[in-house]
């Protein structure tokens, strides 16, 4: 597949690593040359320097053999423009733009973006996206990861396994004998700092975090198994109103009628501002590092610190000082792509990576074959996908121990008429399921190609 991608700041090069690494021919246009050579230098992909929407920019991209075209510059109106000139002059097939103004996605202007206005095939938001991953971490506090699939029947949640887990020590074969009814599978492990699909007789060890596909009326049930009970937050305080915090803000406000939320807001335009919006969210002025602020905030009782500011290092440091104050648990937003993997040591009980939220979610339409929704998992060690099967595929028909699937691919749910199927050995893929598996970064290519419409179909 030819990609042209037009940014190559984080989420840009993060979705040119992953489609050059599937042998895809990859072209990447910014505007700094800085950029364009560290991406030359470290990835196999064509860069270039220039300005996205520009039609000769497109065209020494390659835009005009393109199937598709990826916007994500840092302005809302050039990834606009670059999907237009795309569309109108090179007619590439599909178009991504990243989209951050609110304004534009306001539901009297829905028809923006279609094919005879803006020609733009997937907008994607990443404030909505982060802040809706936010508020499915506050619903589940015990989880370090939540992902939902099937129309929100599956869920996906990474839990730490910690001293008072239950369950360590014991093999996974164990658990489904004494766990029959439980319809939820462990599909991956990630133990020092290698993401791996467990065998039957591996056991859970104190320090893991492990990943389970669960029925979405099974999941509370599964943390308690796991040794997390911890209840859903209904005191939040949110350090940073920018766009994430206060659309966390506002939907607490309009989900949670028992929640009590405070927000500090650095700025005193912006928290003026944020004040407007909100209705009963307390605004305090100051720094999240004020220990006078978070206790104003009266962080001793709250039940998570939510930091969403532009800076990893405020987040992380106000998420410890919160804990060290009495608040029970915290969640960061961290955009450095190496902080995640110390996150817990430095006393993080759950975080965000707007970056892998964002890649996901374009991934999820860059994937070949019947792919309707992708998670990428541990900077992309792993992938969760959900994929539709068809009469041509090769699992199709036989009992899933009797399909060869290679080591590093676990099917953990399948999706079939409005119900939730939990797979063992006998389990038999009939032809439009949706399957919910997990596969390491290496086995994604061999998934995409299981679930692909074969020639012989036409």
Not at 12 to 41: H, T
Not at 52 to 65: E, F, N, R, S, T
Not at 141 to 166: H, K, S, Y
Not at 348 to 365: C, E, G, M, W, Y
Request: hydrophobic fraction near 45%; glycine fraction near 6%; include cysteine.
């Amino acid at each position: 597949m030819r990609v042209v991608i037009c940014g190559a700041g984080q989420v840009g090069y993060g979705i040119a690593e992953k489609l050059s690494q599937e042998q895809n021919d990859v072209s990447v246009i910014d505007s700094s040359p800085r950029l364009v050579n560290a991406i030359r230098d470290t990835l196999d992909v064509r860069g270039f320097v220039g300005h996205g929407a520009h039609p000769d920019v497109l065209a020494q991209a390659g835009a005009d053999q393109a199937d598709m075209l990826i916007a994500v510059t840092l302005y809302d109106e050039v990834n606009m423009v670059a999907c237009q000139v795309a569309h109108s002059l090179f007619n590439v097939p599909t178009k991504i733009a990243r989209v951050r103004a609110q304004s534009y996605l306001e539901g009297q202007w829905s028809d923006l973006f279609s094919r005879e206005n803006m020609p733009i095939d997937v907008i994607i938001s990443p404030e909505i996206e982060v802040g809706e991953m936010v508020l499915r971490r506050l619903a589940l506090p015990g989880a370090v990861e939540t992902v939902r699939f099937a129309d929100d029947n599956v869920v996906v949640v990474g839990l730490m396994c910690n001293e008072d887990c239950p369950v360590v020590n014991t093999p996974l074969r164990q658990l489904t004998e004494l766990f029959p009814d439980l319809g939820a599978v462990v599909v991956g492990v990630f133990r020092a700092n290698k993401l791996f699909v467990p065998k039957s007789t591996d056991s859970i060890l104190q320090g893991d975090l492990v990943y389970i596909v669960a029925r979405r009326d099974q999941v509370r049930r599964t943390l308690s198994i796991f040794g997390h009970e911890e209840p859903e937050a209904n005191r939040v305080v949110i350090a940073g109103g920018g766009n994430i915090g206060l659309y966390v803000a506002r939907a607490l406000e309009q989900r949670q009628t028992k929640a009590k939320v405070k927000l500090i807001e650095h700025s005193r335009e912006r928290a003026v501002a944020v004040a407007d919006e909100l209705k009963r969210t307390v605004i305090l002025h100051g720094s999240a590092l004020d220990q006078h602020l978070l206790l104003e905030a009266d962080i001793e009782d709250a039940d998570t610190m939510v930091a969403l500011t532009n800076e990893d290092e405020v987040n992380i440091l106000s998420c410890v000082m919160a804990k060290k104050l009495g608040c029970r648990r915290n969640l960061s937003l961290l955009n450095n792509s190496s902080y995640p993997t110390f996150a817990h040591a430095l006393g993080i009980d759950a975080f965000v990576n707007p970056r892998q939220v964002t890649i996901s979610k374009i991934l999820r339409h860059v994937r070949r074959g019947r792919i309707r929704g992708v998670h990428a998992l541990q900077n992309g060690a792993a992938e969760i996908i959900e994929a539709e099967a068809l009469e041509t595929s090769p699992m199709v028909g036989k009992p899933l121990r009797d399909v060869d699937l290679p080591d590093g691919i676990r099917v953990g749910a399948i999706f079939r008429d409005g119900k939730v199927v939990t797979p063992n050995g006998e389990t038999q893929l009939q032809a439009h399921d949706r399957v919910v598996l997990f596969a390491v970064a290496d086995r994604v290519r061999q998934v995409e190609q299981m679930f692909r419409v074969s020639l012989e179909f036409f």
